[in-house]
């Protein structure tokens, strides 16, 4: 049996309890709301909040804004690429965003300095894990947004990538629990745990505080769907 580094992610400290409770969370306010229940409304509200939050999250919110709207629009025809097709799916998700921001011949470019790691980033996508959706979804936001592979718009396209694994792994099929609702209200923790995930000793903590913003985002979706 091959090994599975995934796995090996997903029992560091912290993380199997972190991953639980956000898998809890998630399932409780989806069986809440009876998911298939919810009406086009009420899922287009979630989509755009998600896109709002997933913007407001940039250095340039109102710039961003309208990529991240035109991205949550695609979410369900991205996220069944991302594990099958994911230099497609990294490819249309950065063409999304930065149209109208950067020359249409780079759109969708991977930089040829980050090629190799996108390689990398790709085979663990496309890999067979039993590790748990959230550790993936960590795991790839994190390296899209370290290795910065398009140079323009990154950070969104790292966000979508989370959001993205989450759907198509199925811990939430329709794509409203905007994981960046979770990290706007962590923006602080965000940025320091996103930075510490470069050394081997950081990696751990970043899956952790993932799984505790996705508890947050459904948190959130919980109260924006009181409204």
Not at 18 to 41: K, N, Q
Not at 71 to 90: C, F, K, M, T
Request: glycine share 8%.
């Amino acid at each position: 049996m091959r090994d599975d580094p995934l796995l090996t992610l997903a029992a560091l400290e912290g993380v199997p309890s972190a991953v639980a409770a956000a898998r809890d969370a998630v399932d409780a306010v989806l069986a809440d709301r009876g998911l298939r229940r919810l009406s086009a409304d009420q899922r287009a509200r979630a989509l755009l909040q998600g896109a709002r939050d997933n913007a407001a999250l940039s250095d340039d919110p109102e710039r961003m804004l309208a990529g991240a709207v035109r991205l949550a629009q695609e979410l369900p025809d991205l996220a069944a690429l991302i594990l099958s097709a994911p230099g497609q799916a990294l490819a249309r998700t950065h063409t999304l965003v930065a149209k109208d921001l950067v020359p249409d011949e780079r759109l969708g470019r991977i930089r040829p300095e980050a090629a190799d790691r996108m390689t990398g980033l790709q085979r663990l996508l496309t890999g067979r894990s039993e590790a748990p959706a959230i550790v993936l979804a960590a795991v790839a936001h994190a390296e899209v947004a370290s290795v910065r592979p398009f140079g323009t718009g990154d950070d969104l396209v790292a966000r979508a990538t989370e959001q993205l694994v989450l759907v198509a792994r199925g811990l939430d099929p329709y794509g409203v629990v905007g994981v960046a609702s979770g990290h706007l209200a962590l923006r602080e923790e965000y940025r320091r745990r996103l930075a510490g995930y470069a050394a081997v000793s950081g990696v751990g903590p970043w899956i952790e505080y993932c799984a505790r913003a996705l508890t947050g985002a459904a948190e959130r979706l919980g109260a924006l769907l009181n409204e």
